[in-house]
Structure formats: C-alpha cells, structure tokens
C-alpha cells in the first residue's frame, strides 16, 4: 500500500474513533427521550388542592436592549407554542427611550406580558425590575440600596439577578433571587464539544442537549440560603430563561453565509426548559398585579419541565390549626408536618436552613414531621431518567417557615 493511503486510512480511523463518544452521547439522548415519554405515562393527574396553576418564564429580552435580534412575534409564538400563561420581559434600558414602555405588555396571542427592566446599579449589582419604568436608564447613579429603596416605594418587585456576581447582600427592597440563570448555565458549553453534538444530535434532539450541560445550581442556592437565614426575611428563588435566542454556533462562508448552525435557545426552546410555575387561589384572576404578588409571597415553584411536566407538586405545611403553601409562614407546634405531593413518583430531599435534613423516595405524596423551627425547602429529582438528567433537580421549592 501507498504512503499516501495509509496517512488517509490512518486519519480515517482516528476520525472514526474521535466520533465514538459523539455517537455515545446520542445514544444517551435516545434513551433519555424514551424514559421521558415512559414517566409521563405514569402522570398522576388528580392531585387536590385550593390552587390554579399558571405556568410561565421570567426575565426575557428582546431586540429593544441590544445583545438579541429577537422580535416580539418570535416571542409570542414561543410563549403560544408552550401554551404558557405569562412570559415577564427584562429589556435593557436605554439611554434615549423607555424599553419598559415599549416592550409587550399585557396580553397578546393569549398571554400576559409583564414589561420589566434588568438595570445594572452603581454598585455593579443586576436587579430584575417589575415592572419597569424610564427610572431603569438611571440606576448606574444609584447603589443597589438606594435604588432597590426606590422602586420598592414605587411597588416594584425586585430580584437579585447573577447572584454569584452580587454583592450588596444587606441592602434593603429586593424581593427574591434568580438562583437559576440558563444562559449562565449554558457557559459551561465547549464550543467543540457542543459542535459535535449538533452534528450527531441537534436535528434528532435539539431540547434534549440540555440535559448535556444542565447543572444544579448549588453555589447561587447557598448564596440565597444564606441571605435567607442572616436577613431573618422572606426571599423568593426564580428561574431565568435569560431568552435572547443568541445563543449557539455558526459557520460561514466570507461573504457572511451560514453554512452550518445551531441555535441553542430560540424561544420557543429556550421556554421549554425551565419555567415558574405559580400557584394562585382558584378564585383569582391572572393579572399582572396577581401574578407579581404571588411571586412576592414565594407562591411558585422552579420546573425543569423538559424532563416531565411538574404541574401539580406541591408543597405544603399544617400544624393541627392551619395548613400554610410555600412562601408562607406557619407556626410551630407538636403536629407540624411538611407535605410534598408530586405528579411522578420521586427523590425529595428536604433542606433545613440550606442544609440537606432527610429525604424520601418511590411516593407521590411523603410527608416529613418538623420539631424545630427554621426554613424548610425541597428539592425533588427523577432517579428514573438517566445520567445525567436522574441526578440534577426536577423541582426546586420556595420555602415554608417555620416560625
């Protein structure tokens, strides 16, 4: 044999062995997929409760405040396509127009719109703003204090958004912390790896190569535990899509052409993934001013619906006299018992003041008794699915406190 054809039989092995992981991992995506659609033949569908359940994503930019050519149609579409029931909007400011007052706001194609603002304070701190308002273009000449103080007079809810970058943890007015951003999460992307990936995968299971990079958020949730527990207050934990739909990889020609392309998170796929689920009382209206108050209250949950719809967990505290939701205070007596309820049969691993205190597995309904007060939050996982998706949260819970 040729010099020359053994240089390319060799470069044809090492190519063909390079692939094999590639081809591994969409493997792995098939089965994921198949155990998916198995668990959500086992949906208990039926679970009581006092509540009506809207679902929805948080904190969404479109081509208004730069790094996003996204339009409003693209979003509108993906909200119908998701059959959510709200999508709250975080533009940008702007130094010349309101991005607040030009954004969706209100409901169009059947979904409420939320027209917030994400601003960047002088303390270099980024708050979600809801609503926003022209006062969002200003922010950078106020500390995160003074401007957090500021919208909370106006009735702004409030959140603490890149929690690992924050640092005015003591100041006062915010509501809540973003403790899962999919935009941070999806940094972890090796543009390599990534791209042989789409080459072996995109096209059969796009959604599904999330589960490839998905991550428990475990420094932003200590980051939330911990202020919950030194500010002796009530914090709401929210789930960012943190959609700009630019997120992906491209290859072009000179003259600006794609040849190749993987766009990680359209909206439409990017609403899919994660999302807020909130619990209203059955005899409220989804409107802006309910579904902000609820969000307030911690009356919601985070869902990683890509692996099964979690509509219907809950979580719920009773002592003997008055049975409390999360985001809710209860006082402590000899009967407290904490009570999650879920659509799948799960691991709940119930957190005591940010520590894992017990967990429980193979029911849709566990309860837990509590002799101590503190702050009480579960998380719940799906052991059926495989790795890596089994061993990552499927629900993430607002908190109970028992006082």
Known sequence: MKRWKKIVLVLLVLVFI????????????????????????????????????????????????????????????????????????????????????????????????????????????????????????????????????????????????????????????????????????????????????????????????????YQRPSQNLKLWDEALAAGGRRLVATAGNDAHANVGLALEDSAGKRLFGIKLDPYERSFRLVRMHVQLPKEMELTTESLLAALRDGHCFIAFDLFGDATGFRFSADNGSEKKNQGDEITLSGSTRLAVHTPLSSRVVLFKNGNALEEQSGAVTIEFPVSEKGIYRVEVYLPQLPSPAGAQPWIISNPIYVR
């Open 18 to 213: 390079s692939q094999l992981p590639f081809a591994y991992r969409r493997y792995k995506l098939r089965r994921l997929r198949a155990a998916i659609e198995q668990l959500e033949s086992q949906r208990v569908t039926d679970i009581a409760g006092n509540f009506v359940e809207y679902l929805g994503v948080i904190h969404v930019h479109s081509f208004l405040g730069g790094h996003s050519t996204g339009t409003f149609e693209e979003i509108i579409a993906g909200a119908q396509a998701n059959n959510l029931s709200f999508v709250v909007m975080t533009e940008h400011p702007a130094r010349n127009f309101d991005t607040a007052a030009m954004t969706l706001k209100g409901i169009h194609g059947g979904v409420l719109f939320v027209n917030g603002n994400e601003v960047v304070t002088a303390s270099q701190d980024r708050l979600l703003v809801l609503p926003g308002d022209e006062a969002a273009a200003g922010a950078g000449n106020f500390s995160t204090d003074e401007f957090a103080s500021q919208q909370k007079q106006k009735g702004a809810l409030e959140l603490v958004a890149y929690p690992q970058e924050f640092k005015s943890w003591t100041a006062n007015g915010y509501d809540g912390v973003e403790i899962y951003n999919l935009f941070t999460n999806s940094r972890r992307i090796n543009p390599v790896v990534m791209f042989f990936d789409g080459l072996w995968s995109y096209r059969k299971y796009p959604d599904l190569l999330f589960a490839n990079f």
